[in-house]
C-alpha cells in the first residue's frame, strides 16, 4: 500500500475504523490500490452513508416530527 493511499485512510475517521473491523482489505488495497473506490463504497453501504440512507433517514424524521406535531394538537 503507497503513502499516498494510507494517507487517504488516515485521513477519515470511518475509513480508518473500517479497515480495523474489516482486516481483509488490507490484503486486497495492497495487491490492488484501484480497489479503493469499491473499498470506500463498501464502507459507505455498511456504515448506512449512502444517499438513500441519508434521504431515509430525513423522511423517518420528518414523519417522527409529524406525528409529534399531531399529538400536540
Not at 4 to 12: E, F, Y
Not at 28 to 52: C, H, I, P, Q, W
Amino acid at each position: 500500500m503507497t503513502y499516498a493511499l494510507q494517507s487517504r485512510i488516515n485521513a477519515d475517521i470511518n475509513l480508518k475504523k473500517f479497515l480495523r473491523e474489516n482486516s481483509y482489505w488490507y490484503k486486497v488495497l495492497n495487491r490492488n490500490e484501484n480497489a479503493f473506490n469499491e473499498f470506500v463504497s463498501d464502507m459507505k453501504v455498511k456504515y448506512k452513508l449512502t444517499t438513500g440512507d441519508k434521504i431515509n433517514k430525513t423522511i423517518d424524521n420528518i414523519s417522527m416530527i409529524q406525528s409529534f406535531l399531531e399529538v400536540l394538537k
